[in-house]
C-alpha cells in the first residue's frame, strides 16, 4: 500500500487538453469552439431564464382559465431572427477558420507520418525515419498522412487538429508549437487490441537546437 501511494504520488498530470493550447492551428480552432460555446451558453440562459419565469410568473393560482394569448408577431420575429443571425455568425467563423485549419501558412517543411499496428514513424526530409516526432518552435510543419493497415487518426491537442492515416491514401495537416516541450497525443480511431498502446510524442525545441539535431541525424 505505501509503495503504490508513493508511485501515485510521483505520477505528475500530462497536459493534453485542447483547452491549452500551444500552437497557432490548436489556438484558432480553440477560438471557434470558445465562440460557439458562449453563444450556446446565451442561448441557455436566455430560453433556460425564460422558462423559469413563465413557470413561476404564469403557475396555476385557481380554477379560472388563464387569459389566452393566441399570437404576437414581434415575439416570433424576434425568436426567429436572432437564431437565425447567430447560427450566421457561427457559420462564417468556421468557414473562413476552415482553410486555416486544414492547410496552414507555407510550410517550412514536410514530415511524412506513417501510421500501422500499433506504432507511428516519421519520415524526415532527409530519408531517415525516427519513432518520436521533433520540430523546431515558431515553424510550420506540414504533415502528410498515411496508414499501412487499418484506419488510424494522428492528434496531439495542444497542437492541432487530428488528421485520418487511411490505407492507400495520404491526407495532409499541419502542426507548429510555439513554445519548446513535449506535447503528448494518441492515435483517435479505434485500430485493435493496442489503441491505448499507440501514442504521440513530438519534441519541439529551439530552431538553434533542431537545426543541431537534424544535422546530427545520421
Known amino acids: 500500500m505505501i509503495a503504490a501511494g508513493a508511485l501515485l504520488a510521483a505520477v505528475q498530470p500530462v497536459d493534453v487538453s485542447p483547452l491549452d493550447c500551444a500552437g497557432p492551428d490548436a489556438c484558432r480552432i480553440l477560438s ?3 465562440f460557439v460555446f458562449w453563444m ?28 389566452q394569448v ?7 420575429f424576434a425568436w426567429t431572427a ?16 476552415m482553410d486555416f485549419v486544414r492547410n496552414g501558412p507555407t510550410a517550412d517543411m514536410t514530415i511524412k507520418v506513417i501510421a500501422q499496428q500499433f506504432a507511428f514513424q516519421y519520415q524526415y526530409p532527409n530519408g531517415k525515419r525516427r519513432s518520436d516526432l521533433t520540430i523546431p518552435t515558431g515553424r510550420v510543419v ?5 496508414s499501412k493497415d487499418v484506419l488510424h487518426a494522428f492528434w496531439v491537442p495542444r497542437l492541432g487538429g487530428q488528421v485520418y492515416a487511411i490505407p492507400g491514401q495520404t491526407n495532409h495537416g499541419w502542426i507548429e508549437a510555439s513554445q519548446p516541450g513535449t506535447y503528448l497525443g494518441e492515435c483517435n480511431e479505434l485500430c485493435g487490441r493496442g ?17 543541431s539535431w537534424y544535422a546530427a541525424m545520421k
Do not use: K
Open 40 to 67: 450556446a451558453m446565451f442561448v441557455l440562459v436566455v430560453v433556460g431564464g425564460l422558462i423559469l419565469y413563465a413557470a413561476i410568473r404564469f403557475r396555476r393560482r385557481d380554477d379560472r382559465e388563464p387569459p
Open 32 to 34: 471557434v469552439y470558445q
Open 70 to 76: 393566441h399570437g404576437n408577431s414581434r415575439l416570433e
Open 142 to 146: 506540414r504533415l502528410e498522412v498515411t
Open 195 to 211: 489503441h491505448a498502446l499507440m501514442q504521440i510524442q513530438v519534441i519541439a525545441m529551439t530552431s538553434g537546437q533542431y537545426d
Open 82 to 97: 436572432l437564431p437565425f443571425v447567430m447560427l450566421i455568425f457561427i457559420f462564417g467563423l468556421t468557414f473562413s477558420s
